[in-house]
């Protein structure tokens, strides 16, 4: 399994500071699917450059905590970016409150269905707030 993951590195890349992360947790349901792993290795890898078994064990962190599900089929055109679809399907799989995202193009939709989606930073202060 490996070392524990670097919780800085784990954490900065879900939000934006450690009590997101933490929140999160304490009280929400985390929803994952196949392809949202894989695109979390990418971005660890690939943007953050982060070691093979630091990734591993963020990895183990993420599906020990969450709901595996598979995303819900949309219209391989429906939106702008083909990669967003997957992302929008699992969230709607899920029949989540919130998309948590920083990608520029999900935001810009703001929601989908009964979906609301947000930043990292508009999640926490929303949530904080309850």
Request: proline letters at 8%; a negative charge; glycine letters at 4%.
């Given at each position: 399994?490996?070392?524990?993951?670097?919780?800085?590195?784990?954490?900065?890349?879900?939000?934006?500071?450690?009590?997101?992360?933490?929140?999160?947790?304490?009280?929400?349901?985390?929803?994952?699917?196949?392809?949202?792993?894989?695109?979390?290795?990418?971005?660890?890898?690939?943007?953050?450059?982060?070691?093979?078994?630091?990734?591993?064990?963020?990895?183990?962190?993420?599906?020990?905590?969450?709901?595996?599900?598979?995303?819900?089929?949309?219209?391989?055109?429906?939106?702008?970016?083909?990669?967003?679809?997957?992302?929008?399907?699992?969230?709607l799989a899920a029949e989540a409150?919130?998309?948590?995202?920083?990608?520029?193009?999900?935001?810009?939709?703001?929601?989908?269905?009964?979906?609301?989606?947000?930043?990292?930073?508009?999640?926490?202060?929303?949530?904080?707030?309850?």
């Amino acid at each position: 399994m490996g070392p524990p993951p670097d919780k800085k590195h784990g954490l900065r890349f879900i939000g934006e500071d450690d009590s997101l992360f933490e929140l999160f947790l304490e009280s929400h349901d985390l929803f994952i699917s196949d392809y949202l792993i894989k695109e979390i290795q990418d971005k660890l890898r690939n943007k953050i450059k982060l070691p093979k078994t630091t990734i591993a064990a963020i990895i183990e962190l993420y599906t020990s905590r969450a709901i595996r599900l598979d995303p819900v089929e949309l219209p391989p055109d429906a939106y702008r970016d083909p990669d967003d679809i997957p992302v929008l399907g699992t969230a709607l799989a899920a029949e989540a409150d919130f998309l948590i995202t920083g990608d520029k193009d999900l935001l810009t939709l703001n929601t989908i269905e009964k979906v609301k989606i947000v930043t990292p930073r508009e999640f926490y202060d929303t949530d904080s707030k309850d």
